[in-house]
């Protein structure tokens, strides 16, 4: 893990698990594959606190302390 501090974790339906972390979000896919999205990309400078997936849509909602649900 890029950064030991876990924050909020969540599986996709998939196979795959969201982690967030205080510097980035980290999609682990069920292939192996890990992805490492820098909250600065989703234009955020707070982490998400917290994490849910959604198996209808495929998408994932993103908590946020300072600045709501993304």
Do not use: N, Y
Request: charged content about 15%; cysteine-free.
């Amino acid at each position: 893990m890029p950064d030991q501090h876990v924050v909020s974790m969540t599986g996709d339906g998939t196979g795959g698990l969201w982690i967030s972390q205080r510097q980035s979000l980290v999609h682990r896919a069920a292939e192996g594959v890990v992805e490492q999205i820098p909250w600065a990309s989703l234009g955020h400078k707070d982490f998400a606190q917290s994490l849910l997936s959604d198996p209808l849509q495929g998408g994932l909602w993103l908590g946020f302390g300072r600045r709501g649900v993304a």
